[in-house]
C-alpha cells in the first residue's frame, strides 16, 4: 500500500465517521504514525508505507473515528504559536480565543508602566502562557477552580519557558489560593481577563462530539443563559482591579449585547466589544467603575 492509498482510505473513514476537517485530520495522524507531515507527503506519495506505520495510522483513524479530540490523541495542542499539553481535564485552545490575547496585549500597551494581569480560568495555561510569553507585565496570575487545569497550566509554563514568571493559585475565582495558602481576595490588578464558561446549560448537547464529551464540562457550563460567570465578575471584579484597571472576557457569539448590559448595569464604563476574524463577538472589554 502506498501513502497515498492509505491516506485516501484514512480520510474516507474519518469522513464516514462524520469528524469535521477530514484531510486535515487524516494528515496530522499519517505525521503522528511515523509517516510524513503534510509539507514532504507529495515527495513520497507513491511509496510503499511501511507495516509500522499502516498499524498505527489504522488505530489512530479508528481513534478519531470515534470523535476523541485529535489534540488528545496528539496529546497536544498550538495556540498563539505555543505547544500546549491538553487532556480530558482542560479545555482545547482555540484559535478564536487568539483575540482575547492580542486585546489584552493591546490593552497592556495603555499602562504607563507595565501592569499586573490575573487570569481567570485559565485552564490549560494558554492565554496566561502565551501573554507571559509575549511580555510586557510586571507579574502575571493565572488561576483556576481544578486541581487538574492549574496542574496541567503549570506544566504547559515550564513547556513554554515561562514557569517563573507565571504565579499559580487555584480555587472559584477570586477566592482562590496559592501554594502558600494566599488569597487572591487580598489583591488587586491592573488587568484582569478570562475565558469563562458561556455555554447556557441547554446547548451543551449540541456540541460536537468532540467537545461536548470530552472537554470538562466546567469549562463550558455558564448557566442557564451562558451568562452566570460574566454576572459574578461584574459584581466581584471591581474589588480586585486598580484604579483604572480593565477586565477584557472572551464571551460566546451574540452575547455582547448582553454582557455590555450586565457591566454596564454594575457600573463599569467604557464597555465595548471586539469580533473575531469571523467576524463574531468575541471580546468584551470595560473599565472599572
Known sequence: ???????????????????????????????????????????????????????????????????????????????????????????????????????????????????????????????????????????VTASDISHEAVNIARENAAKNGVEEKILFAEGDLFRAKTKSEKSLSRRSYDIICANPPYVPTAEIEELEPEVRDHDPLLALDGGADGLDFYRRLAKDAPAHLNEGGKILLEIGCGQGADVIRIFTEAGWREGRVEQDLSGRDRVFSALKP
Open 1 to 139: 500500500m502506498t501513502f497515498d492509498e492509505l491516506l485516501k482510505e484514512g480520510i474516507t473513514r474519518l469522513e464516514a465517521a462524520g469528524v469535521p476537517e477530514a484531510a486535515h485530520d487524516a494528515y496530522a495522524l499519517m505525521e503522528a504514525a511515523g509517516g510524513p507531515d503534510r509539507t514532504h507527503f507529495p515527495l513520497v506519495r507513491g511509496e510503499e508505507v511501511s507495516d509500522g506505520v499502516v498499524f498505527m495510522f489504522d488505530a489512530y483513524v479508528g481513534v478519531r473515528s470515534n470523535r476523541i479530540p485529535l489534540q488528545h490523541i496528539l496529546g497536544e495542542a498550538w495556540f498563539h504559536g505555543l505547544p500546549f499539553t491538553v487532556d480530558e481535564d482542560v479545555l482545547i485552545p482555540r484559535p478564536d480565543t487568539e483575540t482575547l490575547v492580542e486585546a489584552v496585549l493591546r490593552e497592556a500597551k495603555t499602562f504607563p508602566a507595565p501592569p499586573s494581569l490575573l487570569d481567570l480560568c485559565t485552564g490549560s495555561g494558554a492565554v496566561a502562557v502565551a501573554l507571559a510569553v509575549e511580555g510586557g507585565f510586571s507579574s
